[in-house]
């Protein structure tokens, strides 16, 4: 049973930083794409970064890059997103998903991914 489990999720004031993690289980962490997204009230579903866990290859939105990382840990299953300069716009529920696959820049597509986690809230204050 496939299971992306995100965690680290919290509230901050602008300017702060939280690191999330997501928990793979279920299948081959290798050959993956894995991204993460946000989602905040009343807007779309909208990809913030994603890597080709094969290449290690990452890709950022431009309102985060410079600010927030995407890095993983193969012998963990684990994915994880540094993110750091928090701001207000940053609040949101924040999503891990994989695919199998690799599909560049279009890992920032939430369109493609099989599997989602339930997702963890970022609140970013002012």
């Known amino acids: 049973q496939v299971q992306l489990v995100e965690s680290g999720g919290g509230s901050v004031q602008a300017g702060g930083s939280l690191r999330l993690s997501c928990a793979v289980s279920?299948?081959?962490?290798?050959?993956?794409?894995m991204g993460w997204f946000r989602q905040a009230p009343g807007k779309e579903r909208e990809g913030v970064a994603c890597?080709?866990?094969?290449?290690?290859?990452?890709y950022y939105d431009d309102s985060v890059k410079g600010r927030f990382t995407i890095s993983q840990d193969n012998a963990k299953n684990t994915l994880y997103l540094q993110m750091n300069s928090l701001k207000p716009e940053d609040t949101g529920m924040y999503y891990c998903?994989?695919?199998?696959?690799?599909?560049?820049?279009?890992?920032?597509?939430?369109?493609?991914?099989?599997?989602w986690g339930q997702g963890t809230q970022v609140t970013v204050s002012s």
């Open positions: 279920g299948f081959r962490y290798s050959g993956y794409s």
């Open positions: 998903a994989a695919v199998l696959g690799g599909y560049g820049s279009y890992c920032l597509r939430n369109t493609i991914y099989r599997y």
């Open positions: 890597i080709s866990t094969a290449q290690g290859t990452t």
